[in-house]
């Protein structure tokens, strides 16, 4: 009986992957019900990814992702949910408060009709997210995180903003004014999951089913910044919306993916936050207040005396021969940062399960401790010169995680190896550390 209700719990975490659940599967009457979806998907994430890296090297011979940039993908999702740690995410909060002091019709919880309704309303409101997010500069400061890499796989799908989901609700509100929260929770997230598996090369074609899904095909054209897939292809699950709204293009030319003007770093706050210092020096290089505003609320290729959404002359051409970013690093330092890269996942993956045990003030420790290795590691894999001694600072914290009982082993049996490899780590940078400003001294002397 156990290993039934395994197997059916598997079944439907694979098939929310594709938003494929049936209305009376994924109907629930208090909001309290509505399973977490995308937390229960990080195994099919994992999985996927590593079919994705194996299919990929038995097909090309090259792994469709490096470490460097796949790091830096894994490292922006993990950012992104670091607000769920201190509050619920804005667009339930949001709904739930609309729904319930100013709903119009109050349409049943258990009824398909409701449930297909929300399907199509929450891809609708999606396209219009996400379009709005390319359209408007300050939103395109929060969504150009999506769009950094230059890569185009799986790992690609989790590279998410931080504070894309502080304005994103806003879209979603018209559909508390007749849907209930319990459908709308669903939907949000299986219309997120379907996005996951549609970030991949080696999947090039489905036939008919282009006209209506979103697919690799179409979504592979919305990443590329060659000047056809410039703002085409916003789609969510449906295709639909693009064909009707005049956003869609067919992949033709070879994508070469990523931002018009790539950023070439692996610095994870910087790829989060840079577009936003980028939009306030633009603004201040005009001397009229109303073209300081534009700069902010129109598209980012404008200036004075363009259109809304201005145009692409001063992109840099795209020829299909662009190379992505990839500097190259030993080995030794790779093996480094992939297990310290493991070690600060454990520790993500087990202050989202003890959050309710632990203090505001250790969740606050913790996150900042997140970040300060995020950051680090950033600095490594760019191979800055100041890398050494923000690594050394943090080996000192995360020591002190250690001693605290904050920092677990991957694997228990590993928890004496780990003490050992934390400790040479900090002796390693305290060394790198000392060498560098001895290097700094005899040069200014």
Request: hydrophobic share 45%; net charge neutral.
């Amino acid at each position: 009986m156990a290993q039934t209700a395994e197997l059916g719990s598997v079944s439907t975490g694979f098939r929310s992957m594709f938003a494929m659940l049936s209305p009376n599967e994924s109907s629930f009457q208090r909001v309290e019900d509505v399973p977490q979806y995308v937390q229960q998907a990080t195994p099919f994430f994992v999985g996927l990814m590593v079919l994705e890296l194996v299919v990929g090297v038995l097909k090309t011979g090259a792994p469709v992702v490096t470490i460097s940039d796949g790091l830096t993908s894994i490292s922006a999702g993990m950012i992104s949910r670091l607000p769920m740690l201190f509050m619920r995410g804005c667009e339930l909060t949001a709904y739930i408060y609309v729904w319930d002091r100013f709903r119009l019709v109050e349409l049943p919880w258990d009824s398909a009709w409701t449930w297909w309704i929300s399907f199509l309303g929450v891809d609708f409101c999606y396209y219009w997210v996400h379009r709005f997010a390319h359209e408007v500069s300050i939103l395109w400061a929060a969504h150009q995180v999506h769009h950094s890499s230059e890569y185009y796989n799986l790992s690609t799908a989790l590279r998410q903003s931080l504070t894309q989901q502080f304005t994103s609700w806003i879209f979603y509100l018209p559909m508390a004014l007749v849907a209930p929260p319990t459908t709308f929770a669903v939907h949000i997230q299986l219309n997120l999951l379907y996005q996951f598996w549609i970030h991949t090369e080696l999947i090039r074609d489905l036939g008919p089913l282009e006209w209506i899904f979103n697919t690799p095909k179409h979504h592979r054209v919305h990443h590329g910044r060659n000047l056809y897939c410039i703002d085409k292809n916003y789609g969510g699950i449906l295709i639909i919306w693009d064909r009707l709204f005049g956003t869609f293009a067919p992949e033709t030319d070879k994508v070469v993916y990523g931002l018009v003007f790539p950023i070439n770093t692996f610095e994870i706050l910087y790829v989060q936050l840079h577009y936003y210092l980028h939009l306030w020096g633009r603004s201040n290089t005009y001397k009229t207040i109303g073209n300081k505003l534009a700069t902010f609320v129109k598209g980012p290729s404008w200036t004075p005396g363009k259109s809304r959404l201005g145009d692409h002359v001063d992109n840099p051409k795209v020829t299909g021969k662009e190379v992505p970013h990839d500097p190259s690093w030993s080995l030794p330092l790779k093996v480094y940062v992939v297990v310290h890269f493991l070690l600060v996942l454990r520790t993500y993956h087990d202050l989202f399960e003890d959050k309710m045990m632990l203090s505001q003030l250790t969740i606050l420790g913790m996150t900042l401790y997140i970040l300060l290795t995020l950051t680090s590691l950033g600095f490594i894999m760019d191979q800055r010169p100041t890398a050494s001694v923000l690594e050394m600072l943090r080996c000192v914290v995360m020591v002190t995680v250690q001693r605290y009982g904050h920092m677990k082993p991957l694997l228990p049996s590993l928890a004496a190896p780990t003490e050992a490899f934390v400790s040479l780590s900090l002796l390693y940078w305290a060394l790198q550390g000392f060498s560098q400003l001895l290097s700094i001294k005899k040069k200014a002397d």
